[in-house]
């Protein structure tokens, strides 16, 4: 692995930048080319979630530092650290399944517990929750798919509810719940 990272570091730095090499590269990080074929289209997805959540979580981290908000920088750093890093170990060490299982929950998870413990009514951090169950359709097959989304609604509800009852002090149901629930 550190010397599949160290070639695609040279890469990176050499004068023969070649970009979509690069993203070549990436996309078949620890993908092993004998999988069935709907395996290897779920290892290289999963690829391209993983290197996409590690660029935008350096983004929010650099957003977050500016805007003084340690709480939400800290938070960027440790599901780096504990998901993503993990996440392309698992992967070189072509555990495709284990993996799957980590970053669909790692994405509840900690959707769930930071919306919770740090609510912004202008981020609404919960509504990436339903755009991020999309993702369990391409990467999950059977009564799994079903029911991994089926947890991604459930997460987003006892966020917003959970919110609610903290500012209002009560739960009230609009229609723009079934709406969601649709």
């Known amino acids: 692995m550190l010397l599949d990272c160290v070639k695609l570091f040279n ?9 979509p090499g690069f993203f070549y590269k990436l996309i078949n990080f620890g993908v092993d080319q004998n999988l069935s074929y709907w395996d290897l289209r779920k290892a290289k997805l999963l690829n391209v979630i993983v290197f996409s959540i590690s660029i935008i979580l350096l983004i929010f981290l650099a957003i977050n530092i500016i805007q003084e908000n340690y709480f939400l920088a800290i938070s960027d750093i440790l599901l780096f650290i504990f998901v993503c890093i993990p996440s392309w ?21 900690y959707t769930t517990l930071l919306t ?38 459930i997460s987003f ?26």
């Open 11 to 19: 890469t990176i730095v050499n004068n023969d930048l070649n970009i």
């Open 89 to 109: 170990i698992l992967q070189f060490k072509k555990k495709y399944k284990l993996n799957l299982f980590m970053i669909t929950s790692a994405f509840v998870i």
């Open 116 to 153: 919770i413990l740090k609510y912004d009514v202008n981020r609404q951090t919960e509504h990436i929750l339903p755009a991020i169950s999309i993702m369990v359709i391409f990467l999950f097959d059977g009564w799994k798919k079903n029911l991994i989304f089926l947890i991604f609604p």
């Open 157 to 182: 509800f006892t966020i917003r509810f959970t919110v609610m009852y903290q500012t209002l002090g009560m739960i009230e149901f609009k229609s723009l719940h079934i709406i969601y629930l649709i």
